[in-house]
């Protein structure tokens, strides 16, 4: 079947028709007014024939007048790639000659530089692709362009935006010119432009059904004829938009949910054994200070809804503060906004007796914990590590669990959510002693000057760990080279298999591989399994070679800067404001000896993450022998509850994971990921007034001081990043399973964060300035360009 008339094509023929023609059919079948056409299906184009007689004899049926043809590959309008203007279109041909030429044009296009190219960024199969090629009546239009029935820029679904121009619509959509601009979101307009209120409506209209017919927002090709008769050209979803949150049945709106996974340097997506421990444990976290927040499912992270802390008169107030140290200058922009927002005013009520008591006896908690912390630091720390110590033992499975049953009660039983006093409270009393010397030397001290203050913090875990790895660099002797010229992976694959020579990295993983980026997500390899990363990273300090450069003495000349930066700090802010002064030097002081501990609570939690993966993970490869999964880690993409159907009732779950693989898949190509949303998708920061600085310069917020210019390595992913010694390190995102990568970088720039988040706060021990809340480096920002990034006025410089 080589020619069909469009009206025949279904959804179901996409293999046959493509993308674009079983869109089209789908509008006719709705009942929408589409020019007549017919597509040349993919079996002509995998025979490698032009069906010259079909063609031309279906030509002839519509009139043999001037036609437009358009591709239609079999992956094009997809949910997830749009493909919109990577291949080709011909219009107004006419006569049979040129309407084959034309076909063969499109053909040819199927794999051209730009679509190729662009099916590899999607990580679309290059492999059995075919080409389909739609020819329809020409329309003649006197005004065309394109409808998004949601706005594309905010994410916001209750708009829809129009950009028209006079004739043919080709350069709105091609983006040669702009024209002219509606947002339609219900107020009533006068006629301006090259569109009338009336066709305006009808647009809205059409956009309504369209979304309701699809079930997605939709992007839209349109014509307006001289006779005033709109014609749809093509409708494909929008595939940019971030996911809407959950409907909140029975619940005020609008709402806004306030994006958690960064706080853990985490952007990308969450499997859904992950999503439901981490739930789990930012629950009982927020619960133990005495904070209640549903955290919920959007696009794969984690958001907490806090519309009710919003509208609470009490809560409201200190809202903005509480996000300063772990959520960051962006969130609290977002917040500012959302409070300004007169459907976010506070309401009458508040919290009930029983959490106004629980709150309560957290904060009476807190208060002991917090003085008790302060005043004898090296207790409170030596308690910590215990506790610690006692968490890795608990966090051991039984040696008798012997059945994929026993393995799943096991995994059921298990608390991840124990936030002992003795492991809370000095973390707390380290992050207040950072951020409240800051108000009480205001006009004393800048910054930049108390950020130096807090450098060569000792006591944290990961700088600890790094340095371990730095010194087993130091070791390797005879082994430089092979570590040096052998592929990451490929040394990981024989450090697993026994055949890579002892130089030390089973140690190192006995102590830190339960560990490794995204490590809070139980669906993410720790390095224990997969040390890819730490073979990288060991390369990037071979390549250190002036000993000056090391990590040690770097964190060396950090803490002896710091230490020398706090007396003469202390003893001006004692002579300028004698009370003030004291107290802001007791504090800076504790928070030398306690702020280091931020990292030791998380360490400790995830040994119990990797024994309950493990467990999964053997359950997991039962389920695949009995084939009821691909493969072991497909437990990963299944639920609890899902697991104990598929062991005790057999139920298979491939087609579930695969689903929700191919989901995953999708999600872990978004570059971006909205700070806070609102319940009709509104990206708040979208409507936000961006900080404007000179050309060239991108605005974002000190978190380390110094200034360095050096050439930008922009890294994704750090299972594999090669960082040259003073190279500048720009990413989203960062957690202690990047921190290998700061030890030969010079400078830190990342698009999220917090002062005292994790990759501030380790660029600090190690000296290096770091800008953060830089939005969009990743993509202003190119590997190789000359940057330079200073740490105290929080800007980035692109040469």
């Given at each position: 079947?080589?020619?069909?008339?469009l009206?025949?094509?279904?959804?179901?023929?996409?293999d046959?028709?493509?993308?674009?023609?079983?869109?089209?059919g789908?509008?006719?079948?709705h009942?929408?007014?589409?020019?007549?056409?017919?597509c040349?299906?993919?079996?002509?184009?995998?025979?490698?024939?032009v069906?010259?007689?079909?063609?031309i004899?279906?030509?002839?049926?519509?009139?043999?007048?001037?036609v437009?043809?358009?591709?239609?590959?079999?992956?094009?309008?997809?949910?997830h790639?749009?493909?919109?203007?990577?291949?080709?279109?011909?219009?107004?041909?006419t006569?049979?000659?040129?309407l084959?030429?034309?076909?063969?044009?499109?053909?040819?296009?199927?794999?051209?530089?730009?679509?190729?190219?662009y099916?590899?960024?999607?990580e679309?199969?290059q492999?059995?692709?075919?080409?389909?090629?739609?020819?329809?009546?020409?329309?003649?239009?006197?005004?065309?362009?394109?409808?998004?029935t949601?706005n594309?820029?905010?994410?916001?679904?209750?708009?829809?935006?129009?950009?028209?121009?006079?004739g043919?619509?080709?350069?709105?959509?091609?983006?040669?010119?702009?024209?002219?601009?509606?947002?339609?979101?219900?107020?009533?307009r006068?006629?301006?432009?090259?569109l009338?209120?009336a066709q305006?409506?009808?647009?809205?209209a059409?956009?309504?059904?369209?979304?309701?017919?699809?079930?997605?927002?939709?992007d839209?090709?349109?014509?307006?004829?001289?006779?005033?008769v709109?014609?749809?050209l093509?409708?494909?979803?929008i595939?940019?938009l971030?996911?809407?949150?959950?409907a909140?049945?029975g619940?005020?709106?609008?709402?806004?949910?306030?994006?958690?996974?960064?706080?853990q340097?985490?952007?990308?997506?969450?499997?859904?054994?992950?999503m439901?421990?981490?739930?789990?444990?930012?629950?009982?976290?927020?619960?133990?200070l005495?904070?209640?927040?549903?955290?919920?499912?959007?696009?794969?992270?984690?958001y907490?809804?806090?519309?009710?802390?919003?509208?609470?008169k009490?809560?409201?107030?200190r809202?903005?503060?509480?996000?300063?140290?772990?959520?960051?200058?962006?969130a609290?922009?977002?917040?500012r906004?959302?409070l300004?927002?007169?459907?976010?005013?506070?309401?009458r009520?508040?919290?009930?007796?029983?959490?106004?008591?629980?709150?309560?006896?957290?904060?009476?908690?807190?208060a002991v914990?917090?003085?008790?912390?302060?005043?004898?630091?090296?207790?409170?720390?030596?308690?910590?590590?215990?506790?610690?110590?006692?968490?890795?033992?608990r966090?051991?499975?039984p040696?008798?669990?012997?059945?994929?049953?026993?393995?799943?009660?096991?995994?059921?039983?298990?608390?991840?959510?124990?936030?002992?006093d003795?492991?809370?409270?000095?973390?707390?009393?380290?992050?207040?002693?950072?951020?409240?010397?800051?108000p009480?030397?205001?006009?004393?001290?800048?910054?930049?000057?108390?950020?130096?203050?807090?450098?060569?913090?000792?006591?944290?875990?990961t700088i600890?760990?790094?340095?371990a790895?730095?010194?087993?660099?130091?070791g390797?002797?005879?082994?430089?080279?092979?570590?040096?010229?052998?592929?990451?992976d490929?040394?990981?694959?024989?450090?697993?298999?026994g055949?890579?020579?002892?130089?030390?990295?089973?140690?190192?993983?006995?102590?830190y591989?339960?560990?490794?980026?995204a490590?809070?997500?139980?669906?993410?390899?720790?390095?224990?399994e997969?040390?890819?990363?730490?073979?990288?990273?060991?390369?990037n300090?071979l390549?250190?070679?002036?000993?000056?450069?090391?990590?040690?003495q770097?964190?060396r000349?950090?803490?002896?800067?710091?230490?020398?930066?706090l007396?003469?700090?202390?003893a001006?802010?004692?002579?300028?404001?004698?009370?003030?002064?004291?107290?802001?030097g007791?504090?800076?002081?504790?928070?030398?000896?306690?702020?280091?501990?931020?990292e030791?609570?998380?360490f400790?939690?995830?040994?119990?993450?990797?024994e309950?993966?493990?467990q999964?993970?053997?359950?997991?490869?039962?389920?695949?022998?009995?084939?009821?999964?691909?493969?072991r880690d497909?437990?990963?993409?299944?639920?609890?509850?899902e697991?104990?159907v598929?062991?005790?009732?057999?139920?298979?779950?491939?087609?579930?994971?695969?689903?929700?693989?191919?989901?995953?898949?999708?999600?872990?190509?978004r570059?971006?990921?909205?700070?806070?949303?609102?319940?009709?998708?509104?990206?708040?920061e979208?409507?936000?007034a961006?900080?404007?600085?000179?050309?060239?310069?991108?605005?974002?917020v000190g978190?380390?001081?110094?200034r360095v210019?050096?050439?930008?390595?922009?890294?994704?992913?750090?299972a594999t990043?090669h960082?040259?010694?003073?190279?500048?390190?720009?990413?989203?995102?960062t957690?202690?399973?990047?921190?290998?990568?700061?030890l030969?970088a010079?400078?830190?720039?990342?698009?999220?964060g917090?002062?005292?988040?994790?990759?501030?706060t380790?660029?600090?021990?190690?000296?290096?300035p770091?800008?953060?809340?830089?939005?969009?480096?990743t993509?202003?920002?190119t590997?190789?360009?000359?940057?330079?990034?200073?740490g105290?006025?929080?800007?980035?410089?692109v040469?």
């Amino acid at each position: 079947m080589y020619v069909l008339p469009l009206s025949e094509v279904t959804a179901e023929m996409s293999d046959l028709a493509g993308g674009k023609a079983a869109g089209l059919g789908a509008l006719i079948r709705h009942g929408e007014r589409v020019p007549e056409g017919f597509c040349v299906t993919t079996e002509a184009h995998r025979h490698g024939v032009v069906p010259v007689a079909e063609i031309i004899l279906a030509y002839e049926r519509l009139g043999a007048g001037p036609v437009a043809v358009r591709s239609s590959a079999t992956a094009e309008d997809l949910p997830h790639a749009s493909f919109a203007g990577q291949q080709e279109t011909v219009l107004g041909v006419t006569g049979a000659a040129e309407l084959i030429a034309a076909v063969e044009k499109c053909w040819d296009s199927l794999h051209s530089d730009r679509a190729t190219a662009y099916r590899e960024a999607h990580e679309i199969d290059q492999h059995g692709l075919a080409m389909a090629v739609v020819v329809q009546r020409m329309v003649t239009p006197a005004v065309a362009g394109v409808l998004h029935t949601a706005n594309p820029l905010t994410g916001r679904r209750n708009e829809m935006v129009v950009d028209a121009a006079p004739g043919l619509g080709t350069a709105v959509v091609d983006g040669a010119t702009a024209g002219d601009h509606y947002v339609l979101d219900g107020v009533a307009r006068d006629d301006t432009g090259c569109l009338t209120s009336a066709q305006l409506e009808r647009l809205r209209a059409a956009g309504e059904r369209l979304a309701g017919h699809f079930g997605s927002p939709q992007d839209v090709e349109w014509a307006i004829d001289a006779d005033d008769v709109l014609w749809l050209l093509q409708s494909r979803p929008i595939t940019s938009l971030f996911p809407l949150p959950p409907a909140a049945t029975g619940k005020p709106l609008p709402r806004v949910y306030l994006e958690f996974g960064h706080v853990q340097g985490m952007l990308r997506p969450v499997t859904p054994m992950g999503m439901a421990s981490l739930r789990a444990q930012i629950t009982a976290m927020l619960a133990a200070l005495g904070v209640r927040v549903e955290i919920v499912d959007i696009g794969g992270r984690l958001y907490g809804d806090l519309t009710d802390l919003a509208r609470s008169k009490s809560s409201r107030k200190r809202l903005v503060k509480l996000m300063a140290v772990d959520f960051g200058p962006r969130a609290q922009a977002v917040m500012r906004h959302v409070l300004a927002d007169p459907r976010f005013a506070p309401t009458r009520g508040g919290r009930g007796a029983a959490q106004q008591a629980a709150s309560l006896r957290t904060a009476g908690r807190a208060a002991v914990g917090i003085v008790r912390a302060l005043a004898r630091p090296d207790t409170a720390r030596i308690r910590m590590f215990e506790a610690v110590d006692q968490l890795r033992a608990r966090s051991v499975a039984p040696d008798d669990l012997r059945t994929t049953a026993e393995r799943l009660r096991f995994v059921e039983a298990r608390d991840d959510t124990d936030h002992s006093d003795a492991i809370m409270w000095p973390i707390v009393a380290g992050m207040l002693a950072t951020a409240l010397p800051s108000p009480l030397l205001k006009g004393i001290a800048g910054p930049d000057e108390i950020h130096a203050v807090l450098g060569g913090m000792p006591h944290n875990v990961t700088i600890e760990m790094d340095l371990a790895l730095w010194r087993l660099a130091q070791g390797v002797g005879e082994h430089r080279r092979l570590l040096l010229d052998t592929p990451p992976d490929e040394l990981a694959a024989r450090h697993l298999r026994g055949a890579l020579p002892d130089i030390g990295m089973a140690d190192f993983l006995d102590a830190y591989g339960h560990r490794g980026a995204a490590e809070v997500d139980l669906g993410v390899p720790r390095w224990a399994e997969d040390p890819t990363p730490v073979f990288a990273a060991l390369a990037n300090y071979l390549r250190v070679t002036d000993p000056e450069q090391g990590p040690d003495q770097r964190f060396r000349r950090a803490a002896t800067t710091a230490e020398a930066a706090l007396r003469d700090l202390v003893a001006r802010a004692r002579r300028q404001r004698p009370v003030r002064g004291r107290i802001a030097g007791f504090l800076l002081g504790r928070a030398r000896s306690l702020a280091g501990l931020r990292e030791a609570g998380k360490f400790a939690g995830l040994y119990s993450l990797r024994e309950t993966r493990r467990q999964l993970l053997l359950i997991g490869a039962d389920l695949t022998d009995a084939g009821l999964l691909d493969q072991r880690d497909d437990i990963m993409f299944l639920t609890l509850d899902e697991v104990r159907v598929a062991v005790h009732q057999g139920v298979d779950k491939r087609d579930v994971v695969a689903s929700r693989r191919a989901v995953h898949r999708r999600e872990l190509r978004r570059r971006s990921v909205p700070v806070a949303l609102l319940s009709d998708g509104t990206d708040v920061e979208t409507v936000l007034a961006r900080a404007q600085a000179g050309d060239g310069t991108l605005v974002g917020v000190g978190a380390s001081a110094g200034r360095v210019t050096g050439p930008a390595r922009v890294v994704h992913d750090p299972a594999t990043a090669h960082v040259e010694p003073g190279e500048v390190l720009v990413t989203a995102t960062t957690d202690p399973g990047w921190t290998p990568l700061f030890l030969t970088a010079a400078a830190l720039v990342s698009e999220t964060g917090a002062i005292m988040a994790h990759g501030p706060t380790v660029a600090r021990e190690y000296g290096i300035p770091a800008v953060i809340c830089v939005p969009d480096a990743t993509r202003t920002i190119t590997t190789g360009q000359l940057v330079t990034v200073d740490g105290g006025a929080g800007a980035v410089t692109v040469h």
